[in-house]
């Protein structure tokens, strides 16, 4: 009597060993990418801005540095970049432990304020208000901006705290923010969360924040994108 010949397709050690292989190939694979995406989220210092090491995350003195974001030909979208020292709140030698300290406390007003409600965060949130990923970079807060001479002040950072502590007096959107008793200390560390936020490399997320272009005195600046909203 001759032996049926089985296929491997029916044979159910085949599909056994198979599945074996394939759950072991994705443990691992798994395991790698977490090692991965540890290293590529993880904040980088000061020692990194000073030695020019571009880190997806900086460190908390990015805030003594101006950012800009710019055209990536390569990666085909803006990407931040960091450049020379920039005053912020008339300074820019804020120690690893004074802008970690303001990070915090902007980070904890973000939370106790609960932005998320209305804004978007790195992608999480609301859509109710702008997203503020990179509300740092808006041009509305820059020297050709309206929000400069609204707010009366002569610095964006000074300008943004303003807004933040008194958010009724300058009607800035159709959707006004409403009042939030926002202290002048937890402003600056807002403004401060902001951008260090807006120096994250999210890959070009939020897609339809804007495009760099080149104004009248060859500096870049943002516009935005018209119907992307």
């Given at each position: 009597?001759?032996?049926?010949?089985?296929?491997?397709?029916?044979?159910?050690?085949?599909?056994?060993?198979?599945?074996?292989?394939?759950?072991?190939?994705a443990?691992?694979?798994?395991?790698?990418?977490?090692?991965?995406?540890?290293?590529?989220?993880?904040?980088?210092?000061?020692?990194d801005?000073?030695?020019?090491?571009?880190?997806?995350?900086?460190?908390?003195?990015?805030?003594?540095?101006?950012?800009?974001?710019?055209?990536?030909?390569?990666?085909?979208?803006?990407?931040?970049?960091?450049?020379?020292?920039?005053?912020?709140f008339?300074?820019d030698?804020?120690?690893?432990?004074?802008?970690?300290?303001?990070?915090?406390?902007?980070?904890?007003?973000?939370?106790?304020?609960?932005?998320?409600?209305?804004?978007?965060?790195?992608g999480?949130?609301?859509?109710?208000?702008?997203?503020?990923?990179?509300?740092?970079?808006d041009?509305?807060?820059?020297?050709?901006?309206?929000?400069?001479?609204?707010?009366?002040?002569?610095?964006?950072?000074?300008?943004?705290?303003e807004?933040?502590?008194?958010?009724?007096?300058?009607?800035?959107?159709?959707?006004?923010?409403?009042?939030?008793?926002?202290?002048?200390?937890?402003?600056?560390?807002?403004?401060?969360?902001?951008?260090?936020?807006?120096?994250?490399?999210?890959?070009?997320?939020?897609?339809?924040?804007?495009?760099m272009?080149?104004?009248?005195?060859?500096?870049?600046?943002?516009?935005?994108?018209?119907?992307?909203?």
């Amino acid at each position: 009597m001759s032996k049926r010949t089985v296929s491997v397709w029916t044979d159910n050690r085949f599909w056994v060993r198979s599945a074996a292989w394939v759950t072991g190939f994705a443990a691992m694979l798994l395991i790698w990418l977490t090692f991965d995406t540890l290293s590529q989220i993880s904040m980088g210092n000061d020692e990194d801005l000073k030695n020019g090491i571009a880190k997806r995350v900086p460190g908390p003195t990015v805030i003594n540095y101006k950012i800009t974001y710019e055209m990536s030909d390569k990666r085909g979208h803006e990407v931040p970049v960091i450049g020379g020292k920039e005053k912020f709140f008339g300074k820019d030698d804020w120690s690893e432990e004074e802008a970690r300290a303001l990070l915090h406390l902007g980070k904890l007003g973000s939370q106790a304020k609960n932005c998320m409600n209305c804004h978007t965060l790195l992608g999480n949130g609301a859509y109710y208000a702008p997203d503020l990923t990179k509300a740092w970079l808006d041009p509305a807060w820059g020297p050709t901006g309206p929000y400069l001479g609204m707010t009366g002040k002569d610095t964006k950072e000074e300008a943004m705290a303003e807004f933040l502590q008194h958010p009724s007096q300058y009607p800035t959107h159709e959707r006004m923010m409403p009042d939030l008793k926002i202290t002048a200390d937890e402003a600056k560390g807002l403004v401060a969360f902001l951008k260090h936020m807006s120096s994250i490399d999210t890959n070009g997320f939020p897609r339809n924040f804007g495009k760099m272009s080149t104004d009248e005195n060859g500096g870049l600046t943002l516009r935005e994108k018209r119907g992307a909203q």
